[in-house]
């Protein structure tokens, strides 16, 4: 069969798909990845192909607007999020500031066509590409909502592939809630307005398939997953975070414990100047301590850094499948990316969630386990980094905890093992 998968326009939402790509074309099906031309990380066509997929560009860079962009909503104007805890109750509120920044995302990315020149260039491109492909089935990133229109169009089976916490699902189905209830203000679903158009484009109704897909693939940990109730496939997520080759200095185990500090692949344009992340100060601290630090840094972050101390090592990037089979721990933003591959190699971690989407929740789950600490990001301070830190190292009780996580993360199906079931639920649904 013919499988299409749609991503968001960042390589941290592509990593996560890989492998179960990956597990279908070795299946023997044909396999396509579509994701916008630009925006929000111009390099993720070039990404797709270096990962072996084909790649479908969609649009141009010129008519596409900043997803990034202008919100509207009640989110910090420091540091830019789409995130709340999907396990809060719902009279807390914070989810519904969440709807409105994305309702804002959402009007800015996929606009009235009066609004982008005549066409809704990622809507348009993606039908015109499904309905000449033909796929079989179509995999879809939850913030790419013009995926169930090409799969209806095209006549294809589709689903969601959630890379973390269901904020959508989540989302939806509180405001579903909230229309029903007769003390409510709400008369419309806020999505309806901006998606509303897309979908009579094509003679489609709002609805839940169109919201939530027919069904969900789930890549988060169990004990992560949101609860909703909707038709669920947890997947394993297996750790993919770039070619590239081996560096030398990555040949051999370290003579001390190696600690990677990481603010993730596509968070470090979001918020490299919004983490207060005490970078030069950090290092300072760590020069004491037998250990050695590798450090991911933009040219930015290193012109402010100045001067590393000779046990910290600083590049642009480095995958981390490579670096953390030899690492002790790792410090990191909380990125569903990052959290998996320290869990599939077992590394302690200290998490600093810089709020975009589910890290509060993926950083309590760590201390929850027992498998690393959590620094608060409104408070950093280096004495208590290190502190931390040190803790991290010297306690062995993380590395019990980080077993536990691992164990846990075996108990779900790997991507090839899900393979079978795609097939007949495409059969049955298509």
Known sequence: MRVLFTIFPATAHLYPVVPLAWALQSAGHEVAVASHAGVVDPGVIANIGAAGLTAVPLGTPEELPDALG???????PDRPSLGFD?????????????????TGMFRLHYPEPEEAGGRRPVLDSLVDFAQAWRPDLVLWDPLMFPAPIAARVSGAAHARLLWGTDNIGVIHERTKRELADPTSELTEHPWLGWFGPLLEQYGLEFGDEM???????DLTQSRMQAPVDLTRIPVRRVPYTGAASLPDWLHTRPERPR???SLGVSRRKIF??????PMREFFESVASLDIDVVATLNSEQLNAVGTLPDNVRALPYVPLNQVLPTSSAIIHHGGGGTFSSAVAFQVPQLVMPLVMWDE????????RMGAGLVADPDSLDVAGLHKQLVQLLEDPSFQLGARRLYDEM?????????????ERLTAERR
């Open 211 to 217: 919201v939530l897909g027919q069904w969900t693939l």
């Open 360 to 367: 509060m929740v993926t950083a309590r789950y760590v201390a």
């Open 86 to 102: 999907a396990h809060e109750p719902e009279e807390t509120g914070s989810w519904r500031s969440t709807r409105a920044i994305l």
């Open 272 to 277: 490299g100047k919004y983490s207060g992340f």
């Open 259 to 261: 600690v990677v500090l």
């Open 410 to 422: 075996l108990a779900a199906p790997a991507p090839k093992d899900v393979v079978p079931l795609l």
């Open 70 to 76: 202008p919100h509207t909503g009640d989110a910090k």
